[in-house]
T-cell receptor, first 110, second 111 residues
Framework: SQTIHQWPATLVQPVGSPLSLECTVEGTSNPNLYWYRQAAGRGLQLLFY??????ISSEVPQNLSASRPQDRQFILSSKKLLLSDSGFYLC?????????FGSGTQLSVL | RKEVEQDPGPFNVPEGATVAFNCTYSNSASQSFFWYRQDCRKEPKLLMSVYSSGNEDGRFTAQLNRASQYISLLIRDSKLSDSATYLC????????????WGAGTKLIIKP
């Protein structure tokens, strides 16, 4: 069966520091991969999606970037975090229409 | 008008009662609809897809009303474990991979 791993679960970072969140999927090949952010009281916002190695599409302009160095690895990064980057970050994979999420990372930028 | 709109709640419901939520969407061209469940500080998990003919899974029934552009979720014989936030998700039409998420309806089942 397919599983998705995301880490860390929580992260507290100072403004201006770099960020790297990692997500890996097991049990499937060439999955569609996604990074979402969930702000309090708001719907999930799609940040990036990838249909293959090295293929990244960005849905919104922002202070973040994503990379897919391997088929089942998806990384969310920032060179300098802003206060507004705080939120709950979720990695997801999809075999089609439905999404399956990692356990999420609660990021607090102070 | 928001693309996907939900009553944030909370809905406080006694155990055993029936509760229903609606979710309205703005894009009449959307073809796929889903309900996800999210527990506090956890990831969303797919509860059920919503088909044109309706969909029933145990105590849960989802329906689609295209004319009025809303989907609904009905929970019968509610359990304490049903307490969660229920997220409405609608297929976007701007890109092949875009899903539009509602902000969720919080449900609290009281003993």
């Amino acid at each position: 069966s397919q599983t998705i791993h995301q880490w860390p679960a929580t992260l507290v970072q100072p403004v201006g520091s770099p960020l790297s969140l990692e997500c890996t999927v097991e049990g499937t090949s060439n999955p569609n991969l996604y990074w979402y952010r969930q702000a309090a009281g708001r719907g999930l916002q799609l940040l990036f999606y990838s249909v293959g190695i090295g293929q990244i599409s960005s849905e919104v302009p922002q202070n973040l970037s994503a990379s897919r160095p391997q088929d089942r690895q998806f990384i969310l990064s920032s060179k300098k975090l802003l206060l507004s980057d705080s939120g709950f970050y979720l990695c997801a994979w999809s075999p089609g229409e439905k999404l399956f999420f990692g356990s999420g990372t609660q990021l607090s930028v102070l | 008008r928001k693309e996907v709109e939900q009553d944030p709640g909370p809905f406080n419901v006694p155990e055993g009662a029936t509760v229903a939520f609606n979710c309205t969407y703005s894009n009449s061209a959307s073809q796929s609809f889903f309900w996800y469940r999210q527990d506090c500080r956890k990831e969303p998990k797919l509860l059920m897809s919503v088909y044109s003919s309706g969909n029933e899974d145990g105590r849960f029934t989802a329906q689609l009303n295209r004319a009025s552009q809303y989907i609904s979720l009905l929970i019968r014989d509610s359990k304490l474990s049903d307490s969660a936030t229920y997220l409405c998700v609608v297929e976007g039409t701007d890109s092949n991979y875009q899903l539009i998420w509602g902000a969720g309806t919080k449900l609290i089942i009281k003993p």
